[in-house]
């Protein structure tokens, strides 16, 4: 037996695909509506890494959205800010120019959205990051390798990664809607981990599936698994298609409600999208607001 066919077994937890949806349903039936509120939605606002991946992008764009974040807090003083702004690599150092201190810069890197590249490009783009200043790396498994169970290459790769990331927070995108199975989700998510990520996240919002409820709960999951083996705290990011106020809340209460009111905080969780923070302001204030 392989040393990854060891560690899956210790986090064999996924129940039968109809019990997960079953558990997931009762926890969307019976505890999001309580979460549908002006606090939780405030809270939600405060976990979001506000996003921008566009081919339109230019440093006009992103220096407009930054000074947005900069002048949140004196717009809406009684509101969260965000804790992040996501950007592609090649405008972190613009971000880092004009953000305030107190928001984290999150960079995609490693030949995101696809991972097809040379593990020597991930790196250096990786390292670039870094040095340019961004405090976040979000980065795609080699899905290639995973669908091929070459773990080996896999978690190398991983490792590698996480090594030019330095002093920066690694998060590890498993594209859980590429995955066709819960226990294929909870594989990769324990890989991810076993591998140093600080995060594991949903999705690119790249493909034609992002995140679900149900692979949000296999994660947290994982995620929980985790820490009660190694006593080690790691993020959960959940990421693409999340665009209502009901959908934050929703992701919301199934992280509470899985892993406890201690991960209910940007250090262990955060929220990627690009118009959620406009439409939860909108709810917040009951009125359209187009901030962001």
């Known amino acids: 037996m392989s040393k990854f066919e060891t560690l899956f077994n210790q986090y064999a937890l996924v129940q039968n695909e109809d019990q997960l949806q079953r558990d997931v349903d009762a926890i969307i039936q019976t505890k999001v509506r309580a979460n549908c509120v002006s606090d939780v939605y405030n809270h939600c606002l405060g976990l979001i890494d506000l996003t921008?991946?566009?081919?339109?992008?230019?440093?006009?764009?992103?220096?407009?959205?930054?000074?947005?974040?900069?002048?949140?807090?004196?717009?809406?003083?009684?509101?969260?800010?965000?804790?992040?702004?996501?950007?592609?690599?090649?405008?972190?150092?613009?971000?880092?120019?004009?953000?305030?201190?107190?928001?984290?810069?999150?960079?995609?890197?490693?030949?995101?959205?696809?991972?097809q590249t040379f593990i020597e490009v991930k790196m250096a783009e990786v390292a670039m990051c870094t040095m340019e200043g961004a405090d976040e790396i979000d980065v795609v498994i080699n899905l290639g390798y995973f669908l091929d169970s070459k773990f080996a290459d896999l978690y190398e790769e991983l490792s590698e990664i996480k090594t030019a990331c330095r002093e920066a927070h690694l998060k590890v995108i498993i594209e859980s809607g590429a995955l066709t199975s819960s226990a294929q989700i909870m594989q990769a998510s324990i890989l991810a981990l076993a591998s140093g990520a600080d995060f594991i996240k949903t999705s690119t919002g790249k493909t034609p599936v992002s995140a679900t409820p149900k692979a949000v709960m296999v994660m947290c999951k994982a995620i929980k698994a985790w820490y009660e083996k190694t006593g080690e705290q790691k993020g959960i990011k959940v990421s693409g298609g999340i665009v209502t106020p009901y959908d934050a809340a929703m992701y919301y209460t199934i992280v509470q409600q899985i892993l406890g009111e201690e991960w209910m905080n940007p250090r262990l969780f955060r929220l990627g999208a690009s118009r959620l923070a406009n439409n939860l302001l909108s709810e917040i204030k009951q009125e359209t607001v187009v901030y962001f």
């Open 52 to 115: 921008s991946l566009n081919v339109t992008d230019s440093e006009s764009s992103i220096v407009e959205m930054v000074d947005r974040i900069n002048h949140f807090p004196e717009t809406y003083p009684h509101l969260n800010t965000v804790p992040a702004i996501c950007v592609f690599p090649n405008m972190v150092p613009v971000v880092k120019k004009y953000l305030n201190d107190s928001v984290k810069i999150a960079s995609v890197a490693g030949g995101f959205p696809a991972s």
